[in-house]
Every structure is written in structure tokens, then in C-alpha cells.
């Protein structure tokens, strides 16, 4: 009696070709074809892929990739940065969103954009998803140490579909609670709108132990994926975050974009939760974002993801925008 959503991505190669002498088993195509799937895989979703002999490089990179994620866990290779989020009635800063890094000993940082699918298709994303949580919580802790806050600050980390999936989820989160002291109240957990709504009344239930721990819970990229909203009536969530998509394009007059947002605004009052958007980069958008209600905005304009040191030097200096 439940309802799914089911998307694929296919790879297709082609036997039998002058232009394709590395084929000379079925293996061979197969191997090819299972390159070109992950290829359309890294495109979105819902697409297909005709293999080219390009990718076979871009396999033996991946392969690569693999090979050294694994090890990267293990050596402590990742960093986190930070990025504010501002409350829009104050313009200062009220949290901070914990973003993973990795700092390869050889090719330099990694963007997450390439490490990040790897590691979600490989498991890697799970011990690694652990260590950001728990770092972010001890950064939040030393913080707390140094500046005497009007209000609690906040740290968001996200949490990916493999993470969210797991069944000893929530008494991780709530052993690192313990083991860092940080208040339940002052840790916010993202996840996806299409993570949610992969196994609705899964999620419900996981939700609702998380929210249990008296965590703060958000949807993240909102307006992306294809939420019903008799269920997200049902989420126990507090924020809502529109995706930069729709913030990038509020200041080409009062279109589409605009009243999107002002609509997940509305909708996000009408629930009792409250408004994140991300992506904010001029002045101009974040004086839509104000006239139209929502409480809380990230992005460029107001600072990019920083390292720690730098994260504590902007607190330091007390910014209002």
C-alpha cells in the first residue's frame, strides 16, 4: 500500500564494432556498459549513457578513487569547513553548516562533487558521514567555550541516504552526543527531500527517534524532488531549505522563482517550521528572501565555507548584515 518512486540510469555499449577492439568477450561488454551506467548515474537521474573509450579512463580514475577513499577514512585525510547561516531578521550569525573536505596527499583538495557519490555507492560514506558528525560536534563545543552567545548556535551536518539507512542510526548520533557534550538542542541533521521520500513511512519512523533525541531535523534542497504534501505534514521537521535554484533566480523580476519561494515560505509557516535559503549571493536576493518572510539565509554573500580558524575569526569579529 505504499507509494514509489522508481528511476534508472542505464549504460548501453555496443559489440561487434571496428571502433571497439577492447570487446572480444561478453565480459568486456558488460564491463563497458556497467562503465557507461555509472556514467549516467553521475548525470542525475533517469538518464542513459552510450559508452565511448573516454570513459574507460574515467573508469580507471574512479577505480582510483575508490582505492584511495578507503584508505583516506583510515589516514584522516578529510577536514570540515563552515558555513554560516544568518538569521534575516538580525543578520547575524546563528549556525553553522559543517561541509567535509578532503585533503589528498597527492592530488591536492578534492571537491566533494567527485568523492562524495564514490563514497556513497562504495559505503565509504558511512564511517566518514560518522567522523563529520562527531567533528562538527566537537568544533561546536570549543566554540561554545569561547564566545559567550545570545543564543544557542547551531550546527548542521547532512545526512546522506546510506547514513539515514542504517539501523543503528540514531544511537550513533546519540553516543557521539554523549561523547562530545554537546546539547541535542544545538545539532541540526539534514537530509535530502528525495532521501524522505525514497521509503516515506521508513523515514517517518526514523524521524520521529531522531527528533526523540530532541535534535533539530531539516529538508534539504526543498523544491527539487517530488514531495507530497500530505507527507510532509506528517515530517517532524523543523526547517525547510529551498534550494539555491530557486534563490539564484528571485532577482529576474517577480517571476516564477520568486513565487516559488514565497510559496514553500507559506507552506513552511503553515507546517510550524521555519525557512533556510541557501545560495543567497547579492543584496538584492536577500532582500526578496526578507520582504517575503523567510527567516534564515546562506550563501556567498554572506561568507563561503570556511576553515575552522577562519569560521572562529568571523565570529570574532561580530558581523551584522
Known sequence: GREVFVTASIGIAVGGEPTAPSREQPEHLLRDAHTAMYRAKALGTGRYQVFNASMHDLALERLQLETDLRMAVKRREFLLHYQPFVSLTSGKIIGFEALVRWQHPQRGLISPVKFIPVAEETGAIVPLGEWVLEEACRQLRLWEGMFDFDRPLIMSVNLSGKQFAQPDLVDRIQAILGATGLNAESLKLEITESVVMDDVESAIAVLKQMKALNVKLGIDDFGTGY???????????????????????????????VAIVRTIVALAHALGMDVIAEGVETAAQLARLRAIGCEYGQGYFFAKPLPSDEATALMASEPQW
Open 227 to 257: 514531495s507530497s504534501l500530505s507527507y510532509l505534514s506528517r515530517f517532524p521537521t523543523d526547517t525547510l531549505k529551498v534550494d539555491k535554484s530557486f534563490v539564484g533566480l528571485m532577482e529576474l523580476g517577480e517571476g516564477e522563482n
